[in-house]
Each structure stands twice: as C-alpha cells, then as structure tokens.
C-alpha cells in the first residue's frame, strides 16, 4: 500500500516570496490534514478536509496561507507571501475517516524562509 | 480547549532497559482516543500505541505499552528491551471521539535516546 505522498521534501524562499506543497493522499481515504510543526514544537492541525469540504480551518492563517483539495484527492497548500515565522515542517496526514481511526503521515516539507 | 503536556523533553535509556516516557492532559470530553507517534530524524509521524479512552484495559504493543489513568488524565508509555531503533522524538496526542472536526493535538514532544 502506498503511504502519503508529499513534494517537495525541503524548501528554502525568501521572506515575501510564495510557496506551495503538494499531498497525495492514502487511496481512499477521505479526510486529509495539514499541519505545521515548528522546531521544538509538536504538529498543529492548520486545516482538515472531509473528501473535498473544509471541516475545520480555524488556526488556518487565512490572510496568507491557502489550502484546497480537488476532486477529494490531492490537496496544495500555498503561503503568500511568507514571513520569516513561517518556518516549519509542514505534514501531510490521511485517514480513512476522521476520529479516532489511524491517520497516516508523509514525511512532510521542511520550510526555510530567510 | 484540550491541552497536552509533556514534561520531559528528553530522556535517556540502556539498551535493552526500560524507559517510561509522561504525557498528560485536559478536557472535558468523556469519550476520546489517546495515542503515542514516533518521529524520527526523517520527520515522518509513526503510530506507536493507541487508547480509547472507555476501555479500562491498558493497551500493548510488542515492546510497547502504556499505563492509562483516566481519572489523573495521564498516559503515560513504557519501552521495554530497548532497541537503537527506538531512539526518536516520541510525541503523546489526543484526539475526540466523533463529532465533525477530529484533529489530533499533540504535545511537545520527548526526545529519547538510545545507549548502546
């Protein structure tokens, strides 16, 4: 079974410049999430599909960071413009339905913004 | 809001020893799920163990195992025998059950290491 797919593994822009990284869920699977993880820190939910809908986007900063999934596959998420704070890892998980089910991880995007 | 805490930031084992890593938290919810990932130096997030939280049993996995006490909100996770391949940052996380938005809150995070 092929596991989450994201690209690119690694990412280094300028502060005001954009950004976007691509997911490529579990087969199947119809919730998707993105989170950012800060060094130090552990992950935190930045958006949640449910096939195509957004269930949840409340720590989402809207004012620069945009996610979307078409056809309730694959999703992109995109910052513009970047600031330095933005700095992160940013994983991907699927899960065949939300709760308590195992979400599947990809090996994330680590984002360097100087 | 729910919270998890984890206060150990690192923690050092012998291999083959055990090693008992802490987490709790705090909510208010009745039903809810407990797990513990593993993220090593590729960064990608591995389900260790999960609970539920309605089950009194304590759950184990191979090598693996926590002890629940829901009423001190505590999970914590024992690594029996272990190996160089368990030196990682291990993560504890929550997640509700049911209702629409089941994120997974996470703590921040043990980093364990591994002896030989």
């Known amino acids: 079974e092929a596991g989450v797919a994201q690209s690119p593994r690694y990412k280094i822009i300028e502060k005001r410049q954009s950004v976007a990284f691509w997911c490529n869920p579990i087969?199947?699977?119809?919730?998707l999430y993105w989170y950012q993880q800060i060094l130090g820190q552990g992950p935190k939910l930045l958006i949640q599909?449910?096939?195509?809908?957004?269930?949840?986007d409340s720590q989402l900063p809207k004012d620069r960071f945009s996610a979307e999934r078409l056809k309730g596959v694959d999703s992109t998420l995109k910052i513009q413009p970047a600031k330095l704070e933005d700095s992160a890892v940013y994983l991907c998980?699927?899960?065949?339905?939300?709760?308590?089910?195992?979400?599947?991880f990809g090996q994330g995007t680590r984002l360097t913004v100087v | 809001a729910q919270t998890v805490t984890q206060s150990q930031p690192e923690m050092s084992v012998q291999e083959a020893e055990t090693v008992t890593l802490s987490c709790t938290y705090d909510?208010?919810?009745?039903?809810?799920?407990l797990f513990w990932y593993k993220q090593p130096p590729s960064r990608q997030m591995i389900l260790v163990i999960r609970?539920?939280?309605?089950?009194?049993q304590n759950a184990t996995e191979n090598r693996f195992s926590v002890n629940f006490q829901k009423a001190a909100k505590s999970f914590s996770l024992k690594i029996s025998d272990s190996q160089l391949g368990d030196a990682a940052m291990y993560f504890c996380?929550?997640?509700?059950?049911?209702?629409?938005?089941?994120?997974?809150?996470f703590g921040t995070g043990t980093l364990l290491a591994v002896q030989p």
């Open positions: 998980a699927s899960s065949l339905d939300g709760g308590g089910v195992r979400a599947f």
């Open positions: 087969s199947g699977h119809a919730t």
């Open positions: 599909f449910q096939n195509n809908g957004v269930v949840d």
């Open positions: 909510t208010s919810e009745s039903d809810y799920y």
């Open positions: 609970q539920e939280a309605y089950k009194q």
């Open positions: 996380a929550y997640n509700r059950y049911g209702g629409a938005t089941n994120k997974l809150i």
